[in-house]
């Protein structure tokens, strides 16, 4: 199969601190995944003043009374510090990536040369930005949390109209809660997506473990994404629902098992580790006890043990009967 590109999501957990931010880089790099991303806004653009914050970023963040736009103003990266993530990531040999959430941010990622944008799923219904966004990149990845398979196509139509071919649209399911509770996953809403728009699917993951993005790779996911943190106890909206970095490196490690895992030619035979083994693990037809030559070999007198060098036991019924051509001591081989 194909190797799953997996998308480390450091989003706002940097906090705003450009050196919190690079050792999140750090962090994805020692990790393995093949693109570190974050989030490209400006909180004027993104909220309105009296918009309230979600259930969720009240808990985390443990302040009922701030604003989404106070809290989102405090996690902004300024576009000097896109440019230093940008040129660290050079450094380390990664992959940059980012999630617009304004019309100006998408402008501005394809000022600065991205052509993959990444859809979140707060702007799948929103068709100015679905617009633009398919005017400016060459390739996108939709997030489709609290979406219907109706809006989804309706998004998927705009890319199409707008001229981004099929094969350049990767969709991820996804549950827009933090975290997500297992009975809503839904994982097998990832095959219908597949299914119903003959598009590549991936997964965006906001569950507290890691066991859910390996199933859905097993289950055809070509793309990951996973929150990330430094320490999941730090201050901020997102942190609770991140993977630490143990947890991450042990979560690309676990899919890129999978992967191995997946990668057989699907046909039922012994593998070349396996063909040792068949001698020492099956059976042969032998001796139960002493067999004088010209005696019939019954079950009184022949029984089955390893290894597997002799007659087979498949070949029991044909030997039954027969008359022994040579003496046989006790666990001899019958030939």
């Known amino acids: 199969m194909a190797k799953t590109i997996i998308i480390a999501?450091?989003?706002v957990n940097h906090n705003g601190d450009i050196t919190l931010?690079?050792?999140l880089v750090d962090v994805a790099v020692a990790a393995g995944v093949d693109y570190v991303k974050f989030q490209t806004f400006?909180?004027?653009?993104?909220?309105?003043?009296?918009?309230?914050k979600a259930d969720y970023q009240i808990v985390n963040t443990q302040n009922e009374h701030e604003t989404q736009l106070e809290m989102l103003k405090k996690l902004e990266l300024s576009e000097?510090?896109?440019?230093?993530?940008i040129q660290?990531?050079?450094?380390?040999?990664?992959?940059?990536?980012?999630?617009?959430?304004?019309?100006?941010?998408?402008?501005?990622?394809?000022d600065i040369g991205l052509d993959l944008v990444k859809i979140p799923s707060g702007e799948l219904t929103n068709l100015p930005y679905l617009r633009k966004a398919a005017h400016l990149f060459k390739k996108v990845i939709l997030s489709t949390g609290m979406a219907t398979l109706a809006e989804i196509k309706a998004a998927i139509a705009v890319f199409?109209?707008?001229?981004?071919?099929?094969?350049?649209?990767?969709?991820?399911?996804?549950t827009t809660e933090y975290p997500t509770p297992m009975q809503e996953v839904n994982l097998k809403a990832m095959q219908t997506i597949a299914q119903e728009f003959d598009v590549q699917v991936g997964y965006s993951d906001h569950t507290t473990g890691i066991e859910i993005p390996i199933a859905a790779v097993a289950l055809g996911a070509c793309v990951i994404e996973k929150h990330f943190t430094l320490d999941k106890n730090m201050e901020g909206p997102d942190h609770k629902a991140s993977l630490n970095p143990e947890e991450l490196g042990a979560m690309v490690k676990a899919i890129r098992n999978i992967e191995l895992a997946l990668s057989g030619n699907g046909i039922k035979?012994?593998?070349?580790?396996?063909l040792k083994n068949i001698a020492i693990a099956r059976k042969s037809i032998t001796a139960k006890k002493p067999i004088k030559a010209g005696t019939p070999l019954t079950e009184d007198n022949i029984t089955t043990k390893r290894p597997?060098?002799?007659?087979?036991p498949m070949l029991w019924d044909s030997i039954m009967g027969t008359i022994a051509t040579q003496d046989f001591n006790e666990d001899d081989l019958i030939v």
């Open 9 to 11: 999501e450091a989003g």
């Open 21 to 23: 931010a690079k050792s």
């Open 80 to 85: 000097q510090d896109h440019q230093s993530l």
């Open 269 to 274: 035979e012994p593998t070349a580790s396996e």
């Open 88 to 110: 660290y990531c050079k450094q380390k040999g990664i992959h940059f990536f980012s999630t617009a959430f304004d019309l100006g941010s998408l402008q501005y990622l394809a």
């Open 42 to 52: 400006k909180a004027e653009a993104l909220v309105a003043k009296q918009a309230k």
């Open 160 to 174: 199409l109209k707008e001229g981004i071919p099929l094969k350049d649209i990767i969709v991820l399911h996804c």
């Open 308 to 312: 597997g060098t002799g007659l087979s």
